[in-house]
């Protein structure tokens, strides 16, 4: 799924173009604004779009609409002000629209994941009878192996079992590899006889 496009309105974007130029002085403070007929001819917008971008300006202290005087610059100062937090909630729009979508790109990984595991299980249950089902076992707390690969510990040479999958929280590691280190809270998934689950056991208790 495409992260959706943020589209911004044309009144703002009208805002945001006479800010600029008032804030490069472009258009002075204390010049008059051209009126609202001439500006929707020249952005080619209607006049009610004007009105809402001269709106606007005129909430940020950026402009004054006043009867007989029409349309005024009243602050630089305000019109660059205004131009920063556009930038930055247009910025923190955009890392909002990613977050969202690398959020639902990872659900959808965790659940494939998860099928794809419950597949192995199911497949080492009842399409492999002369393997053991894989059994899930919790690491210690503080137990010595957090924090250290799986090569490194050399868990088959030291204990016979095969590390299938870890489980963190709810999400799910398939076939680690040597290179998996250990964390607090990780169930391991291992296939072995009865003697090698004792033998892992006792490993990770470091017990001899």
């Known amino acids: 799924m495409k992260a959706e496009q943020i589209t911004i309105p044309r009144y703002l974007k009208i805002a945001v173009d006479l800010s600029a130029r008032i804030a490069s002085g ?3 403070e204390g010049e008059r604004l051209k009126g609202r007929s001439v500006l929707s001819t020249e952005y ?3 006049p009610e779009t004007i009105r809402r971008a001269v709106s606007i300006l005129a909430d940020k202290k950026v ?3 006043a009867l ?3 349309i005024v610059i009243s602050s630089k100062e305000n019109a660059i002000q205004f131009l920063k937090n556009f930038k930055d909630d247009e910025t923190a729009e955009k890392l909002r629209g ?3 979508h690398s959020i639902e790109k990872r659900n959808s990984i965790d659940m494939e994941i998860t099928s794809m595991v419950k597949q192995i299980i199911d497949l080492y249950k009842f399409k492999r009878s002369d393997l053991i089902t894989p059994v899930e076992v919790a690491l210690p707390r503080n137990s010595h192996v957090i924090g250290r690969s799986i090569g490194e510990l050399e868990i088959w040479h030291n204990t016979g079992a095969t590390i299938i999958g870890v489980i963190q929280d709810k999400k799910i590691i398939i076939s680690p590899g040597p290179y998996y280190e250990f964390t607090q809270g990780d169930r391991v998934l291992i296939v072995g006889d ?3 689950v004792k033998r892992f056991h006792s490993f990770l208790n470091n017990v001899e």
């Open 26 to 28: 472009d258009i002075a």
């Open 44 to 46: 080619n917008v209607s």
């Open 63 to 65: 402009v004054q609409i």
């Open 68 to 70: 007989g005087s029409g």
């Open 98 to 100: 990613k977050l969202s």
């Open 194 to 196: 009865e003697n090698v």
